[in-house]
């Protein structure tokens, strides 16, 4: 019993520890008020076995920055959303790590964790005003890239961008900026394809000027990505926007970049990104 408690307690310290860690280096997005009157609450952390540190609870929006050396930035940057079906934040997994890869290939990296659970306007809200603000800190492009609900996230922001889903602070030079995606990536999205019979959900309007995007999804992630990739390939086809999609029989869901699938989308989105504007 007293190993037991001994365990439990080194974990809670650790936990505390990265805690602190993480609030040092990321910034809320909301300079006062956040919209919508979202109750304050503290932020909490919980280890998971498949998804490492996650999030919970969180009320108060906020970008963690990953920077490339000056030498090796390429001057644009991706925000990165974690998933957790709207109700938490993977957020080592699907988002600490996928910074730091891209902080490998010259990108500046921001981690954005939106409002959860169950706050699907305040996450529009969040990631409209985290590309304002990223672009404000002068990104030559600025992209995202998002992870089952994260991905649907990423996916509202392409086609909605055009839509303001909060009010703009006219003193407020950060919400003078576009909102638009430069690009789109979506890691076995989930829930684009919540109209009748599958079709695309109804709050996404895709159009000639909707971002480029790449997609990848497999076939028996039957859930989510499975008739996700299929739905906003065939909506964006209709609409001649760039997509480039990889659609697998295997790989499941929620692997990150650990394994498995999450070994093969990484090089292939790497040669997409490559390929932008040539």
């Known amino acids: ?46 280890e998971r076995p498949n998804d ?24 644009k940057a991706v925000i990165v959303c974690p998933g957790g079906g709207y109700g938490m934040l993977a ?24 409002r959860v659970p169950n706050n699907r306007l305040g996450a529009l809200q969040d990631i409209q005003r985290a590309i304002r603000l990223v672009r404000s800190k002068g990104a030559t492009q600025v992209g995202v890239i ?3 609900a994260g991905a649907s996230l990423s996916c509202r922001a392409c086609t909605r961008w055009n839509e303001p889903a909060y009010e703009a602070n006219i003193k407020d030079k950060v919400d003078t900026l576009s ?50 990739t299929v739905t906003i390939l065939d909506a964006m086809q209709r609409a001649n926007a760039p997509i480039e ?6 790989g499941g869901h929620g692997y990150g970049m650990r394994s498995g699938a999450g070994l093969i989308w990484p090089p292939l989105a790497e040669q997409w990104l490559k390929g932008l504007g040539k």
């Open 245 to 250: 999609v990889h659609y697998l029989t295997r």
């Open 146 to 148: 998002g992870f089952s």
């Open 52 to 75: 490492g540190r996650c999030f919970y609870n969180v009320s108060s929006p906020t970008l963690e920055a990953f920077v490339p050396e000056a030498s090796k930035s390429n001057g």
């Open 91 to 114: 957020y080592e997994k699907e988002g600490q790590e996928v910074a730091q890869w891209l902080v490998g290939q010259g990108y500046n990296a921001y981690v954005l964790a939106y």
């Open 179 to 228: 909102c638009r995606p430069d690009f789109g990536i979506l890691i076995y999205p989930a829930y684009l394809d919540e109209g009748e019979n599958h079709t695309l959900t109804p709050e996404l309007t895709v159009t000639k000027e909707t971002p480029p995007m790449f997609v990848f999804g497999t076939e028996d992630d039957v859930r989510y990505s499975g008739p996700s």
């Open 1 to 46: 019993m007293k190993r037991l408690f001994l365990i439990v307690s080194f974990s809670y310290c650790l936990i505390l520890s990265l805690s602190a860690q993480y609030l040092n280096k990321a910034v809320e997005i909301w300079p006062k008020e956040v919209p919508g009157g979202t109750e304050k609450k503290d932020l909490v952390w919980q």
